[in-house]
């Protein structure tokens, strides 16, 4: 057990070295932070005053390995807009964008496996039909569109709910359904898949032959099988949520770190696009960490 | 790990706090977000810090330069303005105003070292020098009539010494204390601002106790927010939106005419074919000013025939150019291109439907056989390609005196050759914009910048298309007028029934 | 009795190869039952309601801010849309799968380097990499397509390793490696074929979420330039008269919610099949 941790954390060190590379280099293809970065009318000394007191004059190599020291001692350099340290903007951010997407996580994946489990038993019937074209559709409406859907009826429409800001619990109402709608219909279609499979294994079919009644045996024996690929699946989603996470909080003004990272790419605010892209790495790397161990204690033929 | 304990405490704080309209607040929309709050070092409109520190010299609504802080000035020499202090103003931290703060303002500004990005607004301050605590002198490189209304606006805010130094810049971003009208409370960047009244304001208590600045993006959603009324006065109003607003009878629309930037289609006139006048003029001859402002930005804006803004000094009313496609088409094949020609143009997606506006003018280029081959930038690279020249032939920017109100800052920067923003060389216009800065009489200065507007409209070194208005949303029970310089001042509001 | 798994299977396949052929005769026939302009229109006749009649023109899909016909813009748009998504599904399937060839039968550090370049590809959110580069490069079609495509290679590379590595055990690998067959003609005529049809179906189900990507960068204003129109621009475009023109986010919605159910519909029949078979 040790030695594969350690294997697994030496390869995730090689991965969060690979993505800062990708990051700092792609960054440097074009583009004179300096002169962004000062008001229209400083004068050329001005701007190469400051790009050389920022550094953005040294070799990109330099640089690129200058920012790999500062990063291990937890320095990920100071925000060009903001002028503060980017984790500290980012760890500001984070308690919005972690709200958001628990909130979407959770009811996704309850009602994904409700959705799931209800489409497995009933398969082939009206109501699997149902379910699936609820999945599909929830898997065929790109985050925006929902997110402005649900704006149009439900806050301007209808007035029901706030069309965006943070705070309150009715703020996180139509972002948490826009956002965990994907996510419901993928759990769902998971659910369904690997639960007809499980159904269809020779444990099942011995558990029914002892007699064991349908519910039992769906929810004891084949869903906890059913349930690898999900939690799989579930945890790769995490780290892909920020993606739909940014364009709905750029939908709903929700002050979370997608917002931050399409502001950050708009106003080439280097240090923090670097940081947002390395954290939400780490957090990928991370979780397919946990995913691996939680791998392992749900389906025991997984050998360490 | 002090992440997790934040995160969950957030997370908490984010489900349980309560909100609401409550009497004698106020919430502002805004398409902006404030990202720090330094005003010596803003890299983002004043609009919130406004309210919280005072300059020297004030605009009044008609935008006459009025007592601030400072209680009288006066030019002692060509090159001395001397300030005299108001007494008994203290800033919000109970620090005392006096002529030491002036001196630390404005010199931590102008210290290279610290690297403002505001610092060419106050460039020509040669040095400053504490008389007695309540006057200060301020002199300059050369002569410069515009020194007190270099007072009135950003970086020249008054920012206390004492607590910059004790707390740094850092967290001074963070939590500012000034000597205006508003104290600022919780600061979440990008998000939102909250600010108290400050009881002890030299000017009296301000009406509305609490002031929050929310950064809307959306302007769908800035627009529903005032309609449902979670926030009572908005920014940047979309215009086909103006019409909702105006038909709901809990709110209203609010147009600050003029109030807004010049937008202009710059050309590169030193290189072919835009270097033939008879070109410019041709394309200026192609554009339908009337029906786009008309049509895309639903009467949002003035036709004016000069860059120079109609409350600048120096302003001169032009005609509005003409719209005569078959003159143009003669005038393009007079110039060599009987058969049109093929040009790349730029337009930001950055002012009032600027994008719509860029599509409408490359059909109505196509129209009498130029080409366009139209690109929408992204702002903050476009931003940086305009100066470095390294935009397209034809490009959009729009341009404004806020600063001075006075017609050399609206034209001097792109009409004169050498400057980062001039595309356009004429010995002519260099000589009369020279010649306007040397002049110190007012009328023969204003005749001097006349006769530059009369050139650059027969030259057309840009085409002057239209001046935005400032646009706002508001509910009918929040009286503000709205601002030529686009400030909103707090202070002067007041929320009736 | 006929399996309820084969009557779902086909009926996913006709109903996804039926959305599908309906959006590739709207894409390519459109422009012919329905010759608007896309790209000009009359500035009197601005954001006109479906079905309404302006300047001597019907609009079934009405207009928009600047009075172009919103069905032509959205035939257009979904040409150019499932012409983007096409070719960058294309070649990142192309370049995932020789990759993973190459990682799976060379095995040793080739096999190392190539899979922990996978590792890193998938630790980064796709959005955020192609917004990324797309800020740096600058916006437009090609572009674009290569972003998406030289993205998108990862999964490919990973599935085409792990066929690749099973066949490596079966008799008739052993059995061309014996008489030594080059590298290329190995990967070329023995491994490749037999990895095609799990890698095409693979591609069939990769484009739902390349649409949605393309439509995803074009919504946030980074992928292709005005007035050339693709799903993602007019719904980005739209957005801001959401309140008094909703039909110009509604409608291309709807083409790419048809498009999407599609390829799922149809990839999920094919790996419905393809399973059918392998039992």
Redesign the interface.
Known sequence: MIRFLVQRLGLSVIVLLGVSAIVFFALFLNGDPAALMLPPTASRAEIDAYRHAMGFDDPVLLQYFRYLAHAVTGDLGTSLRFGLPVTGLIAERLPATALLAVTALTWSTALGLALGVAAAVTRGTAWDLLVRLVALSGQAIPVFWLGLLLLLLFALRWRMLPTGGYGEARHLVLPAVALGAYYMSAVTRLVRVSLIEALGQDYVRTARAKGLSSSRVVLRHALRNALVPVVTVQAMQFASLLGGALVTEIIFAWPGIGRLAVQAIQNRDFPLVQAVVLLSACVFVAINLLTDIAYAVLNPRVRL | MRLVPSLVTGMLAALLLAGGARAGELVIGRAASVGAMDPGFLREPATVVDNVFDTLVMRDAAMKLVPGLATAWKAIDDTTWEFTLRPDVTFHNGEKFTADAVKFSLERVLDPAAKSPTISYIRTIAGVDVVDPLTVRVRTNGPDPLLPTRMSRYPAYIVPPGYVKQVGPEQFARKPVGTGPYVVGEFVPDDHVTMKANAAYWRGKPAIDTVIWRAIPDATARVTALMTGEVGLIEAVPVELGKTLDDNPETSLLRVKNGGLIIYLGLKSGEKPLDDARVRQALSLAIDRKTIVAEVLRNNASLTGTQVGVFDFGYKDEPVPAYDPAKAKALLAEAGYPNGLSIKMQVPRRYINSADVGQVIAQEFAAIGVKAELEVPDWPVYAQMVPAGKQAPIYMLAWGSTQTLDADAAIYPIFRSGEPYSTYSNPEMDKLLDESRRTIDPAARAAVLARAQDLAATQVPALTLYQEDTLYGKRKSVEFKGRADARIPVFDIRIGN | MIA??R??AAADLLIGGFLLATAALFAIAGPLAWPADPM?GS??A??KAPGSAAVGAVHPLGTD???RDLLARIVRGTQISLAIVLVAGVLGAVLGTLLGLVAGYAGGVADAVIM??V??Q????????I???M?????GIVNLVVVLGVTGWAVYARTARARVLELREQEFVEAARAIGVSLPRMLGRHLLPNIMAPQIVLLTLDF?RLI?LE??VG????GV???TPTLGNL?G?G????????WL??YP?LV???L??GF??LGDGLVRRMDARAR
């Not at chain 3, 998938?122 to 990499?129: H, N």
């Not at chain 3, 919504?219 to 980074?222: E, R, V």
């Not at chain 3, 957005?239 to 909703?246: E, G, K, Q, S």
């Open positions: 309820p798994g009557v779902v000009a500035l009197l601005t954001l801010q600047i009075g922990r370049l590792d890193i998938l630790a980064i959110p796709f959005i955020l990499l917004l990324l580069v800020a740096v490069v600058g916006p739902p949605v439509a995803s919504f946030l204003g980074l330039q005005p007035p719904i475009d957005r801001a008269f959401l309140l008094v023109a909703p986010v509604l919605g790419i919610a048809a999407v159910v799922n519909l």
